[in-house]
């Protein structure tokens, strides 16, 4: 899984369970140094076309084959004219994309909406309650996704105030928060299918590849002392409308 045959800089993986077990895999690589969708058909890696405006950066896919088609959500924004990031969702790898909500991390699996800013928190909105994460210690936000053999797992990539890199598994409701280290660095938005993979650093910071880790290991932490979980009443809005 996660093979390239180029030198091109690849992360944000995420491999979906196909209908017959396997997996479909997703991931970004970097195309005249933006980062563009891609998943992989069988035989290559193929472009997913958003339809978004050529300078637009996409990034954090996910996705779960439902009602006889895949469903996609990723972030993409940062094009001339807008710079703000959305949340979107696609109904086929050739579907419309569907802004949900301006968010610079998240994912929509089912019913649940999950977004968060740079700097969270972290809302987890589903019918009827919204979960809030918010953070201690931590200064930016990277990736918010899911494993898909667990989906109540959260795994959230960050940056801490020192400016300390994390990769975390953190499970709502349960309050389990725990430290996903690879190859001895934190698992840089990783991905689960069986094994780990993640994007490991080459250079400068994004400058990374997706590789299988050789050794992982899932070390607890103290919930409370990174995160305060609170709950909301979900409020019901328009879905068409547009987030100002």
């Known amino acids: 899984m996660f093979n390239f045959n180029d030198s091109r800089y690849t992360h944000m993986p995420f491999a979906a369970v196909r209908p017959d077990g396997q997996p479909e895999e997703f991931c970004c690589i970097q195309v005249n140094r933006l980062w563009k969708l891609y998943h992989f058909t069988g035989r290559k890696w193929k472009r997913v076309k958003t339809g978004l405006p050529a300078d637009a950066t ?128 934190p698992a840089y938005k990783c991905a689960f299918f069986g094994e780990c993979y993640y994007a490991k650093r080459e250079a400068g910071f994004e400058e990374r590849r997706i590789v299988r880790a050789s050794d992982v290991r899932l070390v607890d932490l103290n919930a409370e002392q990174f995160i305060t979980e609170t709950e909301q009443p979900t409020y019901s809005r328009s879905e068409n409308m547009e987030f100002e």
């Open 58 to 185: 996409e990034c954090g896919p996910t996705a779960e084959f439902e009602d006889g088609i895949w469903k996609i959500s990723f972030i993409a924004g940062g094009w001339k004219g807008d710079r703000r990031f959305r949340l979107y969702r696609m109904y086929g790898l050739d579907g419309e994309p569907m802004a949900q909500q301006f968010a610079d991390a998240g994912f929509v699996q089912k019913d649940r909406v999950v977004y968060a800013d740079r700097r969270g928190p972290v809302y987890i909105v589903e019918p009827g309650v919204t979960k809030i994460l918010t953070f201690h210690g931590v200064e930016f936000l990277y990736r918010v996704s899911y494993d898909p053999f667990q989906p109540n797992r959260l795994l959230i990539s960050g940056q801490y105030a020192d400016g300390t890199i994390f990769s975390w598994a953190y499970q709502p409701g349960m309050k389990i928060l725990r430290n996903v280290i690879a190859d001895g660095v």
